[in-house]
């Protein structure tokens, strides 16, 4: 069996891998060979996969399974193959149904390292904490170049961005540093209160909070956080901090009905947001939580435009959107960005973007892939969870129909495609390719 480890080419800065050298080296063996395709950026240099006894090849045809992180453009696929990577299709993602329609002509087989999850649904191969990690990083970077940009100085002017740090350990000496000044110097009088909400407590929000608690802070409930400022008795050397869970985020329609978090996940249709009502109070929010269009959206355009006409949102400096789901939960979130140009300004009343950190409205962070902004420390981290799924998809049949198809259950779950067919988990995707399949 030959497994391949394709070059990412999603953009300049995606250096990430699915599997280090270390663990290529301990799972290469007889009956195991690696092959990885070179590339310029990959945060492993080729020199260290060739000591791992992998070989360096620009063909990887040969390969039986073929590994990546980010999606494969169309073209670059090749028949009768075996794919893991993050494809971005289980929501019916349009920009990637002509990849998903090229993976059925070609009969190949896809593993969506999302799907690879436990009997409870729990994600097992993930960037999730780094994707927080990065973000939180970066909001506190804009946060800094924001309140610079309005002519305050602060000691958040020192953060970098998250792809100027060599490492995990670097940042959070960096932050330890950060946090003795706090202590020491206090915040200005501009500042205060500083106030980061959180929506969400996956590994993406605690992946976030990792970071903001290593800064001083107090945390405070969603039900306090109203009178809490009201009261204004603000401590410059904290900040505050708060976790917004699900029955903060939304409640049901009629009024005589309450929140049940299992009817709100099986009928979303019966919520409607809450979470405008929090806003007022914020100087940055993070967005951490997952999202599809049957749930409400958090923040809409509609309320930031009557908002910002009132001025009722002047506190509110930064929007860091972790999720990043194109005009999803945060409907101001109206493009992605890039880690070489990460933020933009939303202006709520003309809803044009400006980048930068200058404008009117909050500054949006919209990286996509932002676990690529820390990438040794990220992959290593993915690297050694997926590791152990390598044998087993190694030693799989994929010569038989997909009820046949004797791959561990975590695995088979995962797989959307088996031998150019939508496996049956994932036969709703139809209806989306129905716009392409004619085309290509």
């Known amino acids: 069996m030959v497994i391949g480890i394709r070059r990412e080419d999603k953009n300049e800065w995606e250096a990430r891998v699915p599997l280090t050298p270390?663990?290529?080296a301990e799972l290469r063996n007889p009956n195991l060979q690696f092959v990885v395709q070179p590339s310029p950026i990959r945060i492993f240099k080729e020199e260290e996969y060739r000591a791992a006894g992998a070989s360096i090849e620009e063909d990887l045809s040969c390969c039986d399974i073929i590994l990546g992180v980010k999606e494969i453009p169309p073209?670059?696929?090749?028949?009768?193959?075996?794919?893991?990577?993050?494809?971005?299709?289980?929501?019916?993602q349009k920009y990637n149904m002509p990849m998903?329609?090229?993976?059925?002509?070609?009969?190949d087989t896809l593993i969506d390292y999302e799907r690879i999850v436990d009997e409870q649904g729990r994600r097992l191969v993930f960037f999730g904490r780094f994707a927080g990690i990065a973000g939180m990083i970066d909001t506190f970077w804009a946060l800094g170049q924001r309140w610079a940009a309005e002519g305050h100085s602060s000691l958040f002017d020192q953060v970098k961005r998250a792809l100027h740090y060599h490492s995990l350990t670097e940042v959070k000496e960096d932050f330890l540093r950060l946090s003795d000044q706090i202590q020491k110097k206090g915040l200005t009088a501009v500042e205060v209160p500083c106030v980061v909400g959180f929506t969400g407590y996956g590994h993406v929000s605690t992946g976030a909070q990792e970071i903001f608690n290593l800064l001083p802070h107090q945390e405070i409930s969603p039900a306090e956080?109203?009178?809490?400022?009201?009261?204004?008795?603000?401590?410059?050397?904290l900040l505050y901090k708060v976790v917004f869970r699900e029955a903060d985020l939304v409640r049901p329609k009629k009024d005589?009905?309450?929140f049940d978090l299992q009817d709100y996940y099986h009928h979303p249709d019966k919520y409607i947001s809450r979470f405008e009502e929090y806003l007022p109070y914020l100087s940055v929010l993070i967005n951490a939580i997952y999202w599809d269009a049957r749930y409400p959206r958090l923040v809409t355009k509609k309320y930031l435009k009557q908002a910002y006409a009132v001025g009722l949102l002047k506190n509110l400096k930064i929007i860091g959107d972790i999720s990043c789901d194109i005009e999803g939960s945060i409907e101001c979130?109206?493009?992605?960005?890039?880690?070489?140009?990460?933020?933009?300004?939303?202006?709520?009343?003309?809803?044009?973007?400006?980048?930068?950190?200058q404008g009117s409205g909050p500054v949006i962070l919209a990286v996509d892939n932002l676990p690529c902004e820390l990438p040794r420390d990220a992959s290593a981290m993915f690297s050694r969870v997926l590791k152990n799924f390598i044998p087993p998809l190694a030693a799989a049949n994929y010569q038989g129909d997909f009820d046949a198809f004797n791959?561990?259950?975590?695995?088979?779950?995962?797989?959307?495609v088996y031998r150019g067919k939508l496996t049956p988990d994932y036969q709703y995707l139809a209806s989306y390719l129905s716009d392409f399949s004619d085309k290509t």
Not at 75 to 92: C, E
Not at 100 to 107: D, E, N, S
Not at 226 to 237: D, E, L, R, T, V
Request: proline content about 6%; cysteine-free; charged content about 20%.
């Open 407 to 416: 791959i561990v259950p975590e695995l088979k779950r995962a797989t959307i």
């Open 22 to 24: 270390q663990d290529i």
């Open 100 to 107: 998903l329609q090229r993976l059925l002509q070609l009969r």
């Open 75 to 92: 073209q670059l696929l090749l028949p009768d193959k075996t794919y893991l990577f993050f494809s971005h299709t289980i929501k019916g």
């Open 225 to 237: 956080l109203a009178q809490f400022i009201k009261q204004g008795k603000f401590s410059n050397k």
């Open 333 to 357: 979130t109206v493009e992605a960005s890039t880690p070489g140009n990460p933020v933009y300004v939303y202006n709520p009343l003309t809803e044009k973007i400006t980048y930068g950190v």
């Open 256 to 258: 005589s009905d309450s």
